[in-house]
């Protein structure tokens, strides 16, 4: 599934070593799997801290978890470290954390799941917000929900209309229409508190 190099296993002794921690381990994840903002995380583990949903593999002086949910974004995998000057970099190839883009063939949801997810999270997210899907509907009315810093925002509609919308409609042909189905009366941090400023998109 995942090949962890001999110079990173070592790396990875080193590191435990210093901890000083009966039992730690190490447990590899992937954040936000199967989108362009997917990623890699690894972080200490003692024994209580495991679910027991672990892939586990058995190195050399310690044991390396995989999280359940991401063994299957991690398949032909590999981990190594590169020493230099200033002590090395540690090196994870993953080339199918991302998934891939939904072709045509794909069903209207999904695609519009993944650009929310790939190109509009990602922009929302520099003001706090993001927005989550509720429906498509049978026209290819697209309902949104607006969360975070979107939630209450002055400009949400500015948002909505020549970000969201339009984006959306460029890349799922299908997509008539966008609507926001946010109760914006109840939020609590919005971005911008009056109708003033740019779209967050911007």
């Not at 359940?68 to 954390?97: C, H, M, V, Y």
């Not at 939904?102 to 917000?129: K, T």
Request: proline share 4%; net charge negative; hydrophobic share 35%.
């Amino acid at each position: 599934m995942i090949d962890i190099s001999e110079r990173a296993q070592q790396h990875f002794r080193r590191l435990l070593a210093q901890q000083d921690i009966a039992g730690l381990s190490i447990r590899l994840r992937v954040t936000t799997p199967g989108t362009p903002t997917a990623n890699c995380e690894l972080e200490f583990c003692e024994p209580a801290e495991l679910s027991g949903s672990e892939w586990t593999l058995e190195c050399e002086g310690f044991e390396f978890h995989i999280e359940g949910d991401s063994a299957r974004w991690l398949d032909g995998a590999s981990i190594d470290f590169e020493p230099d000057r200033t002590g090395g970099q540690l090196n994870i190839r993953a080339p199918k954390i991302k998934g891939e883009v939904p072709g045509m063939e794909a069903g209207v949801i999904e695609r519009v799941r993944y650009v929310l997810e790939a190109e509009i999270n990602p922009r929302l997210a520099s003001h706090g917000g993001r927005v989550t899907l509720l429906e498509v509907d049978a026209d290819g009315v697209v309902l949104l929900q607006f969360g975070g810093g979107c939630h209450g925002c002055g400009m949400v509609d500015v948002t909505l209309k020549q970000g969201v919308e339009k984006t959306l409609c460029e890349r799922v042909p299908e997509v008539t229409a966008v609507r926001d189905a946010t109760d914006h009366a109840g939020g609590s941090n919005p971005y911008y508190s009056k109708h003033e400023g740019r779209s967050a998109l911007d």
